[in-house]
DNA sequence: CAGTGAGCGAGCTTCCGCTTGACTT
């Protein structure tokens, strides 16, 4: 029989913990929740009070089953999950499907896993706080009662199999918003003035000044006419001035912090983070990767200060304590740090040695001194005109945390990193002579769109969702289709650039792309429509302080100063009449924009979602006088709803397109679900990706038909006279075997050319039932 | 798989937070 059972949520932290008590000790995980509410129906007893009706997670009950078995041998079973809300509520579920006993039963807490916290947890053990407990059941409950009533509302209003909650629709929010913030963006622009300067250095040698205007002008002509006045200026220093500055390192990290200085310096995507994080937690190479904390434990600053010592020498630390405090932190467990701080590197893939890399030097720099900086302004005056030039340098005097890290940052104008600009040495009074004076034209920046680590970044300051859901969160509203993260090309810009050097004054147009994204977060048709939807109908739901006020009551219930299922009735009452009332009274909601009339015809063109996604459509159905049906026709890849123009629309209108015969057969352009394509022969074609179908001619479709023929010939590996069925073909991943249109694997050894018509039987015979192509198709 | 978009209506979809593998693409 064993003494004590020892019960946490993660594996890895189990066997941690595992060695620091002993034998007397078993210690075991429980994967987190255990229970949660029935999925099937509402889960959620309306009629008594709120009940909510747990079961055991299919996936849980295995793990169910053994800790049961476990806990009956047990004389004491120790609940030791997180101290947070989710923590207490997952002791008590484990407390509840054991039935364990308040005699046999202890809950413990601590905040990192040394051995002396968790022997002084075990001699300070309580009981579970019913109170926390309760804030955790309104959490669970309101978000249920959210997500499981208006999500139908969505399949019945918008379309079938949609989703909205309380996390992700405000997510959808915050990119729709941004999207839309850009599409009204209206660029000002105006005329930056720099000017090229020499002196001559300590060393005795010419040197350079760049410096700009403290004023910038509207226009080019007020730009030309700044020019005109310095071609007979004097240029003299007015004022040197230098000050010291520092700066300070970045806290350790945080699940949110990591996400976007991976994807920043690494280019991870957030999912992609977490799993190579996952994997050097469970190799015990970093601490637990799901926190809000910044806190580091006293051994790891302590490992992190010999560290430091030994590389840079005892004037490069400096014992910095960091306190969380992002919105609805739950401070459970200690920043993401490396386990041992002298480990520099670790082995495993290319990912996980990189991830490491960052965590490590991270969390050094949190413990290293200011960086010190003198920084320098010096200002030139125009003999000619009011304003002056100025120059700025910042030069590192004492490099400390920077000699390790430095954190990036998502806008990329800001120039920023220290020691870049080195300005000679000047003197007040001085006198310099100009090499150049340049009149840029620049436009204003429109507001940037979210990668998913900005959206994290967000989201967290909003205090909108947990470490444990970031990911999953810009996961699902991916798959839900209401935002697809993607590249997009900029477009071309002319600016011009007028130039003084040597008494000259010439003027030039230039062109940049701007605009140009990769990776960023844009939001469907889909997205925008079931936003507005939501924005009209559930304005509570999606106003970014939801989250921020009930929490405050979820702490109000946790302090016991509220009743639980108080607080959700007096929710659910209004929030269930509003959902009856949209369900009775509003408009399915389509997304409908109508263009204009079509020129032609007079008939009235617009755009919404249909069944298969986006459409355009010519005409009105009109189910009276049933005359002529309307047209419909899909809208293109890149094409969107909410900017789309009539003559794009019309245009849709004119494929599928004639092009002409060849072999005596007709030759057809038009648009499908997989994009443009040629018909020919009843055989399709796709166009290449810079066709256009518009324009495309009847000799390139010919090309292009005769391509395909020849890949097609050159796929057929073998083919049977006796069995036309069967022929063994060169797929995308290799050599088959195609069989009344049915697909079979070749077994690794066998050479696809060397194989019989026996020899392919065999295999069909001896292979598992394949799924006929194409996927799932009806009937 | 590529011309769909009308309508009948069965049975299904859905939330957020804790956790880790077992899956397919």
């Given at each position: 029989m064993q003494e004590n059972l020892v019960i946490v949520e993660s594996p890895a932290k189990a066997k941690t913990i595992g060695k620091f008590l002993g034998k007397n000790f078993t210690v075991t995980s429980c994967m987190g929740h255990i229970r949660d509410l029935e999925k099937k129906d509402f889960g959620i007893d309306l009629e008594n009070n709120y009940q909510p009706k747990y079961v055991v997670s299919p996936d849980k009950k295995k793990i169910v089953t053994e800790l049961k078995k476990l806990a009956k041998d047990a004389q004491m079973v120790w609940l030791a999950s997180d101290e947070d809300r989710e923590g207490e509520a997952i002791a008590w579920h484990l407390k509840e499907v054991l039935k364990l006993k308040p005699e046999n039963t202890k809950r413990i807490v601590f905040h990192e896993i040394t051995k002396e916290a968790i022997e002084k947890a075990i001699k300070n053990p309580r009981s579970i706080d019913d109170n926390l407990v309760n804030a955790q059941q309104a959490r669970r409950v309101l978000d249920r009662v959210v997500g499981f009533e208006i999500s139908p509302v969505l399949w019945k209003k918008v379309k079938p199999s949609l989703s909205a909650g309380r996390v992700q629709s405000v997510a959808v929010r915050l990119i729709v918003d941004r999207e839309r913030d850009i599409m009204n963006f209206e660029s000002?622009?105006?005329?930056?003035?720099?000017g090229t300067f020499l002196t001559i250095d300590d060393g005795g040698n010419p040197a350079e000044v760049k410096a700009e205007l403290n004023k910038r002008f509207p226009t080019k002509d007020e730009a030309n006419a700044f020019l005109e006045k310095c071609r007979s200026a004097e240029f003299t220093i007015a004022d040197v001035i230098k000050k010291p500055?520092?700066?300070?390192?970045?806290?350790?990290?945080?699940?949110?912090?990591?996400?976007?200085?991976?994807?920043?310096?690494?280019?991870?995507?957030?999912?992609?983070?977490?799993?190579?994080?996952?994997?050097?937690?469970?190799?015990?190479?970093?601490?637990?990767?799901?926190?809000?904390?910044?806190?580091?434990?006293?051994?790891?600053?302590?490992?992190?200060?010999?560290?430091?010592?030994?590389?840079?020498?005892?004037?490069?630390?400096?014992?910095?304590?960091?306190?969380?405090?992002?919105?609805?932190?739950?401070?459970?467990?200690?920043?993401?740090?490396?386990?041992?701080?002298?480990?520099?590197?670790?082995?495993?893939?290319?990912?996980?040695?990189?991830?490491?890399?960052?965590?490590?030097?991270?969390?050094?720099?949190?413990?290293?001194?200011?960086?010190?900086?003198?920084?320098?302004?010096?200002?030139?005056?125009?003999?000619?005109?009011?304003?002056?030039?100025?120059?700025?340098?910042?030069?590192?005097?004492?490099?400390?945390?920077?000699?390790v890290y430095m954190e990036s940052t998502d806008d990329e104008n800001l120039s920023s990193v220290a020691g870049q600009d080195i300005i000679p040495p000047l003197k007040a009074n001085d006198s310099l002579d100009m090499a150049s004076i340049l009149a840029t034209q620049r436009y204003s920046q429109r507001p940037p769109r979210f990668t998913e680590a900005s959206l994290v970044k967000k989201l967290e300051e909003l205090g909108i969702g947990r470490p444990s859901t970031?990911?999953?969160?810009?996961?699902?509203?991916?798959?839900?289709?209401?935002?697809?993260?993607?590249?997009?090309p900029g477009i071309e810009r002319a600016y011009n650039i007028i130039t003084l050097k040597n008494d000259k004054i010439t003027g030039k147009v230039k062109t940049e792309i701007t605009g140009?994204?990769?990776?960023?977060?844009?939001?469907?048709?889909?997205?925008?429509?079931?936003?507005?939807?939501?924005?009209?109908?559930?304005?509570?739901?999606?106003?970014?302080?939801?989250?921020?006020?009930?929490?405050?009551?979820?702490?109000?219930?946790?302090?016991?100063?509220?009743?639980?299922?108080?607080?959700?009735?007096?929710?659910?009452?209004?929030?269930?009449?509003?959902?009856?009332?949209?369900?009775?009274?509003?408009?399915?909601?389509?997304?409908?924009?109508?263009?204009?009339?079509?020129?032609?015809?007079?008939?009235?063109?617009?755009?919404?979602?249909?069944?298969?996604?986006?459409?355009?459509?010519?005409?009105?159905?009109?189910?009276?006088?049933?005359?002529?049906?309307?047209?419909?026709?899909?809208?293109?890849?890149?094409?969107?709803?909410?900017?789309?123009?009539?003559?794009?629309?019309?245009?849709?209108?004119?494929?599928?397109?004639?092009?002409?015969?060849?072999?005596?057969?007709?030759?057809?352009?038009?648009i499908g679900r997989f994009g443009p394509y040629i018909r020919h022969d009843n055989k399709f074609v796709s166009l290449d990706k810079e066709d256009d179908p518009l324009t495309v001619e009847l000799q390139h479709a010919i090309q292009l038909i005769e391509a395909k023929r020849e890949k097609e010939r050159k796929a057929v590996i073998m083919e049977f006279d006796e069995e036309p069925e069967l022929k063994v073909l060169n797929g995308r991943w290799g050599p088959y075997i195609s069989y009344q249109k049915k697909n079979y694997k070749i077994p690794k050894k066998m050479k696809a050319e060397e194989l019989s018509l026996e020899d392919c039987k065999n295999i069909i015979s001896q292979s598992p039932e394949p799924k006929a192509r194409g996927g799932r198709r009806k009937k």
């Open positions: 000002d622009n105006w005329y930056r003035i720099t500055g520092k700066r300070s390192p970045a806290q350790p990290f945080t699940t949110s912090t990591l996400q976007q200085e991976a994807s920043r310096k690494l280019n991870f995507s957030v999912a992609q983070t977490m799993s190579v994080a996952q994997r050097l937690y469970e190799n015990g190479k970093i601490t637990y990767m799901r926190t809000d904390s910044v806190n580091l434990s006293d051994l790891a600053i302590n490992t992190a200060k010999k560290k430091i010592t030994e590389l840079h020498g005892e004037n490069y630390v400096k014992i910095r304590k960091y306190q969380t405090k992002s919105k609805g932190a739950q401070e459970a467990h200690e920043a993401i740090r490396p386990t041992y701080m002298d480990q520099e590197t670790v082995a495993g893939s290319n990912q996980e040695q990189r991830l490491y890399e960052l965590i490590w030097k991270r969390t050094m720099a949190s413990q290293m001194a200011d960086a010190l900086l003198e920084k320098t302004t010096v200002t030139i005056s125009v003999s000619t005109a009011p304003e002056d030039f100025i120059a700025s340098g910042e030069v590192i005097i004492f490099d400390g945390f920077l000699k970031y990911a999953p969160t810009i996961t699902t509203i991916q798959n839900r289709t209401y935002v697809v993260k993607e590249d997009r140009a994204e990769r990776s960023k977060l844009f939001p469907t048709d889909i997205g925008m429509v079931v936003n507005d939807f939501l924005m009209e109908n559930f304005e509570q739901i999606m106003d970014f302080n939801f989250t921020a006020n009930v929490e405050k009551e979820f702490d109000d219930i946790a302090e016991g100063e509220k009743v639980w299922n108080e607080m959700i009735d007096k929710f659910y009452r209004p929030f269930h009449g509003q959902v009856e009332n949209v369900l009775k009274h509003s408009e399915r909601s389509k997304g409908e924009r109508v263009l204009g009339p079509d020129p032609k015809t007079g008939k009235q063109v617009s755009v919404k979602i249909g069944r298969y996604g986006p459409l355009a459509q010519l005409g009105v159905a009109n189910p009276e006088t049933d005359d002529e049906k309307p047209q419909f026709a899909s809208l293109r890849t890149g094409q969107h709803l909410e900017t789309i123009t009539l003559e794009e629309a019309l245009d849709l209108f004119k494929l599928p397109r004639d092009l002409g015969e060849y072999e005596n057969k007709k030759v057809t352009v038009g």
